[in-house]
């Protein structure tokens, strides 16, 4: 997101907070996939066809003259994803008037918001500095009830890049531990959602299953399975367990619940002591 582009009406504001005869305060932000490339923002006075609104969560005195906001936004509520090309900052004055006191595109590489999937949410969490030449009129506070959706998102982004990274290295490990072992080369699979059936009796807390078909292996071989990690959400959600259980002509895996999606990765086939 490119910098806070400040309006007229927020130059206005800022004239007044100058001569004290205002104070204000940050109270939200609006999203929107409207492009306003090429547009004069500074007479922008308010958003177009927003697609979210979230209250401002913090507003952090960081200097004499300059603020920084923060809000967040989610998609909990969202059915339609949509990219997010300006992020417009309201403020609300002493004299209980509301304005659109700036605007932040971006043209070139948009964040994306995704709707819900009915699983895990997703955020991004946007942080302004703006100069105000007199930061001591600004109401800095802390909005009690913003600041739940911003602690998830960056729990949930954090969370999300901390699994990341260990997939990254037990995959790492694993092809490194299977190319010791003389491993063939990977063979390539994909389970679509309709290859799982229930199982006769729960394997610990699996109940579903399902068989990787591989031409010419028998149960005297050792097989790894190497899930691809673009199903890292789709394999968190099922709870499917790294690996499976050989068997003449297959591998068979399981899972706790039937994957919302199909699962793609690889199988590595061995010889047991890797001869």
Known sequence: MQNLIITDKGKELIAGLVAGS???RFTKIQTTDYNYSGMDLEKLTSIYAPKQTAAVSKVTRTDVNIVEVTAAIDNKDLTDGYYVRAVGLFAQT????EILYGIAIETQNPDYMPAFGGKSSTGITYRFSTKVDNSEN????VNPAAIPTVQQVEDAQNAANNALAAAEEAQAAAE???AAAGGNDPIPFTLPVEAW?????PRGK?????EIEIEGFTEAGIADVIFSLDCFDTLAAAKVPQGGDPG????VV?????PEEEITGVVIVYKKGGD
Do not use: M, P, W
């Open 206 to 210: 699996c109940t579903q299953f399902a």
């Open 22 to 24: 205002l104070t204000a």
């Open 94 to 97: 002493s004299r209980n008037v």
């Open 138 to 141: 600004i109401t800095v506070e």
């Open 254 to 258: 399981y899972a706790e619940t039937i």
């Open 197 to 201: 059936s229930a199982l006769e009796a």
């Open 248 to 251: 003449d002509g297959k591998v």
């Open 176 to 178: 490194k531990a299977l």
